[in-house]
């Protein structure tokens, strides 16, 4: 091979591996400029006492915000649109989610708090769901707070 041949090659060499970087270096700021522009993903929102979720959702039934109101339920629960509408329309008709009405009077929740205390969990969380018609997981988390509340 000749030496012109050679510098030619090694030219050729060079200048490949420049734009090699300079496209890497393109590539690069484009990515962080878009993730510049991209929102941070919003967190999720935290989840409300039972007491509070029934109070802050009856407020918005009251207010006629329905939207609003089936939007937090979805939060609260995550379930998704359709049975967080039907939860919250069954609410606005003054009947319970889930297609039932709590059985016995609401005198309170002794017979729950007792229940808890002869570590009869799943029957607390039986009659915290019949009582005030919520789904399994807010009826077991609130049985938990009660639980923790009561071995203070």
């Not at 090699?20 to 270096?25: E, G, H, K, Y």
């Amino acid at each position: 091979m000749s030496l012109t041949l050679i510098g030619w090659l090694l030219l050729a060499l060079l200048a490949g591996g420049a734009l090699a970087l300079l496209q890497r270096r393109l590539r690069e700021s484009s990515s962080r400029e878009a993730q510049e522009l991209d929102p941070p993903p919003a967190a999720a929102p935290p989840q409300l006492a039972p007491e509070v979720f029934q109070a802050r959702i009856q407020e918005l039934i009251d207010a006629g915000q329905t939207i609003k109101a089936i939007k937090l339920y979805r939060e609260q629960h995550g379930v998704d649109l359709k049975e967080a509408k039907d939860s919250v329309e069954a609410l606005m008709a003054e009947r319970h989610p889930f297609g039932r009405e709590p059985s016995g009077a609401v005198e309170g929740d002794a017979d729950i708090e007792q229940a808890l205390r002869d570590d009869q969990l799943i029957e607390a969380v039986k009659l915290y769901r019949d009582r005030y018609g919520v789904g399994l997981k807010e009826a077991k988390d609130a049985c938990d707070a009660m639980r923790r509340r009561l071995r203070g």
